[in-house]
């Protein structure tokens, strides 16, 4: 029988230190507080290192040292100078994509196919985006402009270094400073960006990174220095953030929960609508806000979809994500797996069926096979609750009407995909749906160039293209 | 497969599920990423070299070049006896006496393109003389290209009446439709000719002649491998796919085997059901197999070139 052997990346490639210090002003320096965290391996549990969490003190270190450079040194600079600087920046990442993708797989669990080929070409792609557009910012649209001045921003851990290029590069090429906090479980793609930092030559206080946990990043969002807010997350913390924002000054962008509707019609290209919907919630482990978590499929094919997916899903290799040939990697925290294994157990309580192929879990580390719910409806919490892991809650409707009904009846408006080889029927779709961004038969595609951003409880503002400057510039 | 109401032949192609071309490559290039190493890349390699269908169709064949390659055939690596035979050898119709006295004794099948190949455009009886032909003279195999023509036009039936005409002048030679992908243009073309060949009795369904570029592709493979697997689900009857023209290196070869294991599965992973139609490939494959097996590679003049 022909059988993949094991083809593991070299972990080599990167050599993670015990312990990390914070990055301000451009250097390394110890935290004031002593506190620390440790960050693991959520494939194997083991601790791979160990980081400060920034108290208060911290953060006024890190928006002082903000605060200089983008007086001093950063937005006086000429838009062209900025871009050579991420221009550059944008170089050394794809000179160190491959040491970059190992050690996001590391920290994050995600499979090295994923980080390889989709989140370091990204990161890359996103500052080349934002290089290029530093010096025209008088041609973007958002007439004559100016860089609010210090960015507090506090990204997510499904994709660290991704949303790190998300935040940084928009606002340094508008001329904004950043203090940036990366979440606590996948701190060390960050720290690494830090170092890019010095050895592009960028002015030391344009990025300051500070780590810790929720502590840290309310310090960071609440610090009466910030100009603007840029937070990607839960839609809880998103709400608490917004409070604590509400009668400041303060701009506020939020790109929160989701829970997608990905619709199939029964004319759709059937086998590739299949692979659709496997990106659209198996991608990443389902830890993607913008996941296409809720399957709304036409009555009349269902039975011939829900077949030729589950005999797809037998397909898809969990493992570890250092194995180039994984699809599916590991929960990136136990926090997480006891939410997706709650939520799961909801569904069984609740009346859907739940379905997992056969694939054996690895015995250590954070695991959740690839799941499949059927005879959801739209009371069920599956159906409803945002679940951030690998789990498909599968719904049928009859006509286009109770589609798009069902696909809008929810809090969130991130993300849906329609799949049909109707033209006319994709419009009409498309033009029913309240998401930031409807897939027309592909899901999980980015691109710079392309906005992304949500309705409703998905928060407000759009981060890419040009409309994501404008989140930079007042 | 409808037939006694005009048109339904039609109506029944065009109502298969649509295919996405996008989507079809997106899914090429990923299974493409497939990392095939030590062992597995050991085991591919020999799958492969029994999968391989030893061609040559130039009009300078000759008797003795189709010797030759009958040998090779039967023996790839006169260095290496642990080299496994190929599947078969494809020669034009006039040679298939040659390669059959050459092969005698041995496993390795006997491939003949008849019918007109490559255009397929002469007459039902002409192709049908040209199948027997073949078939008396030893041929075990028949790859007989359709009538893209009648294809394009939309004229399914006349398509669909020479494959059941031919596969029955076949006897108990195994018939491969050629569908000529790249003068198809479309995957939904390539899925309803695939269908077509199905039905009307193909034993294997393969991309190209080798005379027309494109000519065997990984997307194009993929919504066939898709149509058989789909096939046997909805008729019991399993079908083989053989990609041809083009298919010059190891890593080609294993990326189609990832996809015969991805795509239909298992199952096909085996010579009955898979064939890699190819001139230049099996040099290549021993050379890998060598290097995995003694570190070093030897490099293409320590292997014979026909």
Redesign the interface.
Known sequence: ?????P?PEARSLVSIRPSYDLFIDGEFVEAESDERIVTVNPADEEPLAEVAAAGDADVARAFAAARRAFERVWSPLPGAERGKYLFRIARIIQERARELAVLESLDNGKPI?ETR?VDLPLVAAHFFYYAGWADKLAHAGHGSARPLGVAAQVIPWNFPLLMLAWKVAPALATGNTVVLKPAETTPLTALAFAEICQEAGLPPGVVNIVTGAGATGQAVVAHPDADKVAFTGSTEVGRQIARAVAGTRKRLTLELGGKGANIVYD??????AV??IVTGIFFNQGHVCCAGSRLLVQESIADELLARLRARIE?LRLGDPLD??TDIGAVNSAAQLARIRELAAAGESEGATGWSPSCPLPERGYWFPPTVFTGVTQAHRIAREEIFGPVLSVLTFRTPEEAVSKANNTPYGLSAGVWT?KGSLMLWTASRLRAGVVWS??FNVFDPASPFGGNKESGYGREGGRHGLEAYLG | MPDTIPGSLRAYLHGLPGVDEVGVGRRAADLSTRSVKTTAKRHAIDLAIGMVDLTTLEGADTPGKVRALAAKAMRPDPADPTAPPVAAVCVYPDLVAVAAQALAGSRVGLASVATGFPSGRTSLEVKLADTAAAVAAGATEIDMVIDRGAFLAGDYRKVFDEITAVKERCGPAHLKVILETGELVTYDNVRRASWLALHAGADFIKTSTGKVAPAATLPVTLVMLEAVRDYRAATGRQAGVKPAGGIRTTKDAIRYLVLVKEIAGDDWLDPAWFRLGASTLLNDLLMQRTKLATGHYGGPDYYTID
Do not use: L, S, W
């Open positions: 029988m022909f059988e993949y052997a083809a196919k080929d004319d759709a290209a059937i086998d590739q692979e659709g397909r180039k040939n080889e038969n592909t």
